[in-house]
């Protein structure tokens, strides 16, 4: 009787050996614990026998299931360890960053280069003191041209050749309306300089569109001459072109200015028409209800497509609303 259970007890040792070295799952390593060890299991169904020995043989059987016990014991241990440790290998392995490969590039947007011009001539004139305005791009006659000192017979409104709605109000043609709004709103002293978009019924070409930009300054103070309007024109365009470049005051006319001037700079070796400028001509001042014997002022009205133009030697003003990426990449 004895040596049949001593038999049986080695059986079960070396089956439940094998069967755990080949488990390859935590859950198959529990299912055979539960039945080699647990209350119901195989050992447990052979030390039911142990009443039947005598009181001689039973202590050293006992010993020897104690042994096997152990050793299962152990083997569950190990392989449930090797189990852990083969499944950790197995997530560093699949989680492993190779840092020699290759990266993700992810584009990164810049500015257009119609917007960057903006920002510089804004930065320029921020720096000098100047805050930002903005007007409506839909406008009235009279904020367009009748309060710039432009009545309805006057010829310099052929200069610019308007769309109009047909209740009358039209798209401006330019940003000098801001100035208007700006000073009927505000009291001198002021110094604002407005960007947006104007309109004028153009044939596209290389230089022209009937959509652009421009910038407005606008300072009005006591006491202020055409040499400010000069010192600030100058600085400006030295700040911008990044050289104190030769300029060129030309006399012009503008409605809204007398004097008026347009600006040239040589830029290089060739003389290039940058601006209009000049001193706020009195009946401008008058209109929103400033007293011109009082205050003065200057203003100024320049073309965004043209400075980036020139600042990036562009060629076509088409290029810059055709949102053709290979030609937007180089700036
Ligand atoms: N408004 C003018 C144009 O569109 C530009 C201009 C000239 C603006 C002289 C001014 C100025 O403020 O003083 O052609």
Not at 59 to 86: D, F, H, S, W, Y
Not at 186 to 209: C, F, K, M, Q
Not at 287 to 315: C, N, T
Request: proline share 5%; glycine share 8%.
């Amino acid at each position: 009787m004895a040596s049949e259970i001593e038999s049986q007890l080695q059986i079960l040792a070396q089956l439940a050996q094998k069967a755990i070295a080949e488990a390859d799952s935590l859950q198959k390593l529990e299912e055979l614990r539960i039945g080699y060890l647990g209350k119901k299991g195989q050992l447990s169904l052979i030390l039911k026998e142990m009443g039947k020995l005598s009181a001689e043989d039973r202590p050293r059987i006992g010993a020897v299931a104690n042994e096997i016990k152990t050793e299962i014991q152990n083997n569950l241990t190990n392989q449930q360890q090797q189990l852990q440790q083969g499944e950790i290998n197995r997530k560093i392995l699949a989680e492993t960053i190779d840092v020699t490969m290759p990266g993700v590039g992810y584009p990164i947007g810049k500015s257009h280069p119609l917007q960057s011009t903006i920002d510089k001539v804004i930065d320029i004139f921020v720096g000098l003191g100047y805050t930002i305005a903005e007007g409506p791009q839909i406008e009235s006659d009279y904020y367009n041209f009748t309060a710039l000192n432009t009545p309805e017979d006057h010829p310099a409104r052929d200069m610019q050749d308007t769309f109009y709605f047909e209740d009358g109000s039209l798209l401006r043609t330019h940003t000098s309306s801001v100035q208007i709004r700006y000073m009927e709103n505000n009291e001198p002293p002021l110094r604002i300089i407005a960007p947006g978009r104007v309109y004028r019924r153009d044939t596209v070409d290389a230089t022209h569109s009937a959509v652009f930009h421009q910038i407005e300054i606008l300072a009005i103070d006591k006491g202020l001459t055409f040499s400010d309007l000069k010192g600030t024109i100058k600085e400006f365009l030295r700040q911008i072109f990044g050289d104190d470049l030769p300029t060129l005051f030309r006399a012009s006319y503008f409605p809204f200015t007398e004097p008026s001037a347009e600006v040239d700079v040589q830029w290089q070796g060739k003389w290039l028409e940058v601006l209009g400028c000049g001193m706020v001509d009195p009946n401008v001042l008058k209109a929103v209800g400033y007293d011109p014997e009082v205050y003065s002022g200057f203003a100024a009205g320049l073309g965004v497509e043209r400075f980036a133009m020139i600042l990036h030697k562009i060629d076509d003003i088409r290029r810059l609303y055709n949102s053709d990426l290979r030609f937007l990449q180089q700036f």
